[in-house]
Nanobody
Framework: QVQLVESGGGLVQPGGSLTLSCSPS????????MGWFRQAPGKEREFVAT???????YYTDSVKCRFTLSRDNTKNAVNLQMNSLNHEDTAVYYC????????????????????WGQGTQVTVSS
């Protein structure tokens, strides 16, 4: 079973930046859609950003203009560059992937993603 391997979480001060990376445990694994969800203590898992192989990258409103999701095709990975972090961004971040292309209306629905990482903690604190 392919697993998604995440890296890049940690502790950062408000206004700081972090980059999260995610790649499949098997280099040959092919996916169409890959992105990130997050879950803060006491809250439900929420969509952050996702990118499809062809046809767009999507963000939740609260991270637009601060986060940038990109594909690194040489590593079969995606990177989430997070800038201007604030306390509300504190959460466990989960990478997720779907083998098939997701329609636009479903890119933010976590049941549509079959493959998940273990999660990486991001803490924004002074």
């Amino acid at each position: 079973q392919v697993q998604l391997v995440e890296s890049g979480g940690g502790l950062v001060q408000p206004g700081g930046s972090l980059t999260l990376s995610c790649s499949p445990s098997e280099r040959s694994f092919r996916y169409d859609t890959m992105g990130w969800f997050r879950q803060a203590p006491g809250k439900e898992r929420e969509f952050v950003a996702t990118t499809r192989r062809i046809g767009g990258t999507y963000y939740t409103d609260s991270v637009k203009c601060r986060f940038t999701l990109s594909r690194d095709n040489t590593k079969n990975a995606v990177n989430l560059q997070m800038n201007s972090l604030n306390h509300e961004d504190t959460a466990v971040y989960y990478c997720a992937a779907a083998v098939h292309r997701l329609v636009t209306s479903s890119v933010g629905a976590h049941p549509m993603y079959r493959y998940w990482g273990q999660g990486t903690q991001v803490t924004v604190s002074s």
